[in-house]
């Protein structure tokens, strides 16, 4: 699922774009090493981490789109560590509860 369709289906707005962000599965944390040791390569993050050593987590387990709950703002370097990296980071109103079940299609992403 491209970041675009993740969005839509999130109600959510796109902070940061990049190319080819994609995700076949979803996971859900925010305990980064929680992440690290756990989230499959390929997913979509929902998390309500608003900063930097998110995008570095992403990186290191081949993430490429996050979608931050609850309306967080992303933060300048956040943003500019997420273009550079090519990490899309999507902003939803919704929990990350509710941010899972509206994902539905994408099969549970862990290893």
Known sequence: MTAEEICTKVNGTLAVSAEDAAATGVYVGDLLSDIMGHAGEDCALVTIQNHL??????????????????????PPDMAEAAAR??????????????????????PPSEH
């Open 53 to 74: 050593n998110t995008i570095a987590v992403c990186t290191l387990v081949g993430c490429s789109v996050i979608v931050l709950c609850h309306s967080r703002p992303v």
């Open 85 to 106: 990296e090519g990490v899309a980071i999507i902003i939803t109103p919704l929990s990350q509860y509710a941010t899972a079940r509206a994902l539905n299609d994408l």
